[in-house]
């Protein structure tokens, strides 16, 4: 089974404008400055995208299952990141902060690209979930120092250029290619 049976990209992209306009109303609220909140949700949005652009046959069941996966695997990420602030706490700011969100940001590609490998597609290798999650990483990193440079208010679309950069890769790079 290919990626490209497997999911509708433009229902999906459509799905993910709608989870950004969601997440940037969201994020007025104080409730989403709680950073488990924040996971949880910026974890199960991007996860009901993709669950909702499926084109084969799933239970709603296991739709639900996926998305709440997604939701504790995000927020098991967050918990990566508070022990990489303290394991390298040797480090200044200005090269921890860095460090830590690339660190978070290639384990929760890697951890979720390999649920959407069990859950909808074992045709994705573990070799594409690594390569997707360095791109994510290293997507993420420059949107945080985009952040720095143009004193950017918020981290909630760091969420979202992860979002895009992770769906990118699953419809460029791990779909077959056209013979």
């Keep these: 089974m290919s990626l490209t ?28 400055d709680n950073a488990l909140f924040a996971s949880a949700v910026n974890g199960a949005l991007h996860a009901v995208a993709l669950a909702a652009s499926l084109r084969i046959a799933a239970t709603a069941s296991r739709r639900l299952l996926f998305v709440a996966i997604a939701a504790a695997l995000s927020i098991m990420t967050l918990y990566v990141g508070i022990i990489a602030l303290v394991a390298l706490s040797i480090l200044p700011n200005s090269q921890r902060l860095p460090a830590v969100i690339g660190i978070g940001a290639m384990t929760g590609a890697i951890t979720y690209g390999s649920l959407v490998r069990i859950f909808w597609n074992r045709a ?10 360095t791109l ?4 993420t990193v420059g ?37």
């Design 136 to 139: 994510c990483a290293l997507a």
């Design 124 to 133: 994705i290798r573990p070799r594409g979930i690594l390569g997707l999650a």
């Design 5 to 32: 049976v497997v999911f509708d990209y433009r229902r999906h992209f459509l799905f993910l404008a709608v989870a950004v306009a969601f997440l940037a109303g969201l994020s007025q609220f104080a409730i989403y």
């Design 143 to 179: 949107g945080y120092f985009l952040k720095l440079k143009f004193n950017w208010p918020g981290m909630w679309w760091l969420a979202v250029i992860w979002w895009i950069t992770f769906s990118l890769c699953l419809r460029l790079l791990l779909a077959p290619k056209s013979r």
